[in-house]
């Protein structure tokens, strides 16, 4: 394997462990993590749903300026907030790769 295609597996692993990190924060709900307390809150998943909301919205301004930086940064965040929706839903990653597998 080259370089360049571990750097590729590298890159495409961090989802994984990010879920693997949301995972075992909804299993463990440390008390000093805001994942656990994504879990925890008393609004539950209307919470998380406020969440993807908020950052769609900011995704959206960013792309609309022109803010790379702003754009990746806020992506980011609407992508961790997805993944923990998927987690409280008990779906994973794989579920969302057969999706996009039977999409092309």
Known sequence: MSDSDRDAA????V????????????????EDSYTASLFTHEKGE??????????STETILA???????????ES???VYHLLVLLA??????????????ERF
């Open 46 to 55: 209307n919470a998380v749903l406020e969440k993807i909301g908020e950052e």
């Open 63 to 73: 792309a609309k300026d022109d803010d790379l930086d702003e754009l990746t940064y």
């Open 10 to 13: 590298s890159s495409a692993a």
């Open 88 to 101: 409280m839903k008990d779906l994973d990653l794989d579920d969302l790769r057969e999706e996009l597998r």
């Open 15 to 30: 989802l994984d462990e990010l879920f693997a990190t949301i995972e075992s924060r909804k299993e463990a709900l440390p």
């Open 76 to 78: 980011a965040d609407l």
